[in-house]
């Protein structure tokens, strides 16, 4: 069994910041936490960054320059660190995680039907 749990949604004025958190717990051997995704109401479920356990990025274009996605994989963890928050960033977010082998250091999943886990959300609202 394995448990995402996001932290750090909230309500936060146009131009302000907010930091997410993922944590994974449970059986999380080769479980790898790469992918943040947001879903506002009456839209579909968008990718807004995604981290390798390598390193290597890539970000939504409406949030590149203001989002940054980062990881500690000694604690199992992943952060995006969201800036110049505007209205149209409001969301629930919700982290995801896939079995990966460790040898696949810089493979990011092409597709959200890659994930296998996936967080509660949280919800991030930018009020104008």
């Known amino acids: 069994q394995v448990q995402l749990v996001e932290f750090g949604g909230g309500l936060v004025q146009t131009g302000g910041s907010l930091r997410l958190s993922c944590a994974a717990s449970?059986?999380?051997?080769?479980?790898?936490?790469i992918g943040w995704y947001r879903q506002a109401p009456g839209k579909q479920r968008e990718l807004v960054a995604a981290?390798?356990?390598?390193?290597?990025?890539n970000y939504a274009d409406s949030v590149k320059g203001r989002f940054v996605i980062s990881r500690d994989n000694a604690l199992n963890t992943m952060y995006l660190q969201m800036n110049s928050l505007k209205p149209e960033d409001t969301a629930v977010y919700y982290c995801a995680a896939v079995t990966l082998d460790y040898s696949r250091i810089y493979y990011i999943p092409k597709s959200e039907t890659e994930y296998s886990y996936w967080g509660q959300g949280t919800q991030v609202t930018v009020s104008s």
């Open positions: 449970g059986r999380t051997f080769n479980i790898n936490l």
């Open positions: 981290i390798s356990r390598g390193g290597t990025t």
